[in-house]
């Protein structure tokens, strides 16, 4: 069975980076790839980011610029870099990949940004 492990989620200031990552129990992440999503209250599950087994990124037009979701395929760890946080951005983050087998999503990690 494979695992997705969300980790470095907290508060953060108005403004402030933090680094979010992704580590997996298996190599499926460079295989087939990532995402990221959020889910604030109230609101649903949005997708934030993807990253393809090539490389290639995808991100949301409201983190374009301010995040980036680097992969670390020896690590078996992709992660999600977010910068110029904003208010709007506090949510609980989950990685996801779609292996053949089967979806498989991560437990979520809470980011809070404060001013």
């Known amino acids: 069975q494979v695992q997705l492990v969300e980790s470095g989620g907290g508060l953060v200031q108005l403004g402030g980076p933090l680094r979010l990552s992704c580590a997996a129990s298996r190599n499926i992440l460079s295989i087939y790839g990532m995402s990221w999503h959020r889910q604030a209250p109230g609101k649903q599950r949005e997708l934030v980011a993807d990253?393809?087994?090539?490389?290639?990124?995808n991100h949301a037009d409201t983190v374009k610029g301010r995040f980036t979701i680097p992969r670390d395929d020896a690590k078996k760890t992709a992660y999600l870099q977010m910068n110029s946080l904003k208010h709007e951005d506090t949510a609980v983050y989950y990685c996801?990949?779609?292996?053949?087998?089967?979806?498989?999503w991560g437990q979520g990690t809470q980011v809070t940004v404060s001013s």
């Open positions: 996801y990949s779609s292996p053949v087998w089967g979806p498989v």
């Open positions: 990253i393809t087994s090539g490389g290639r990124t």
